[in-house]
């Protein structure tokens, strides 16, 4: 592990590393920007008791007064989500808040690069963010993308939103060289909803594949994540047709009220809980859950290669 004076892992989780266990990180920001409380608790504790489920021990990721925190207690967790004005840690933003001794919820780019400096491989979210729609305009693609092109880390997620251009982020992660895995479907997975319209770029059914795939990319020496998206359970998925109109609805809203740069997620977030009555809360809770037990099993069939 790379000695680093900001970074706090908990002995539990370094205990596991030390011994080869599987370990799962856990991104923050999902808890103090992409869910109201208390279902942001609710949910962070119930994808850690489902990594615990599966032999795994998780790894919530957070910036807590200027400290890097691997390994959350449960009254840190409940701090990041009920506490105002927590920032959202991005690769920009985390020399910033060290330096200032402030907190922060690390995005998907923020987790990835704690959990490398952490010493783990796989990472465990809801969604990744990617190229927003009219990025040829506003240049707007979330820096997660540039994260998965050079960080050594797995991000096991369910896809990305109808927010973002699903076509021109799978061309971006292309171009950026990211392995991006579809698990036991042929069809890219649009978050709420198993089928996006997108072809599964490369489709495996199993954790021993993907541990393969990632345990050969470090055998030859390439930088770089792999993007592993699991689609909805098939009882909380939102048709993609009806959540894309909610969602086209958000954005207008988004844009009526002036929201920019790293505003714009977390506020499409909440208006999309707003408008569909919670029903997406549940749909993202699930499908946390989910992610949570399936990178837990890459996790261990990784830990079995070694
Ligand atoms: N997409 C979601 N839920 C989330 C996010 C994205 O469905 O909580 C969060 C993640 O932390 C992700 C970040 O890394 O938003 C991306 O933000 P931006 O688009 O500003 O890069
Ligand atoms: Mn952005």
Redesign the pocket.
Known sequence: MERNVYLDVASEVREALRAGKPVVAL?S??IS??MPYPVNVETALAVEANVRKRGGVPATIAVIGGRIKVGLTRDEIEHLARAKGVR?V?RRDLPVVTALEVDGAT???GTMIVAQMAGISVFV?????GV?RGAGESFDI???LEELKQTDVTVVCAG??SLLDIPATLEYLETGGVPVIVFGSDEFPA?YSASSGCASPLRMDTPEEIASVIAGKKKLGMKGGLLVTCPIPAEDEIPFDEIDRIIRRALALSAEEGITG?G???YV?QKIVDLTEGRALRA?QSLVLNNGLIGTDIATALCRRA
Do not use: Q, R, W, Y
């Open positions: 991104e920001t999902i920007h992409g959202k991005s995005t998907v780019a979210t809801g969604g990744v963010g927003h979330s820096a997660d990305c939103k978050f790293s714009i997620t977390p977030l993202n």
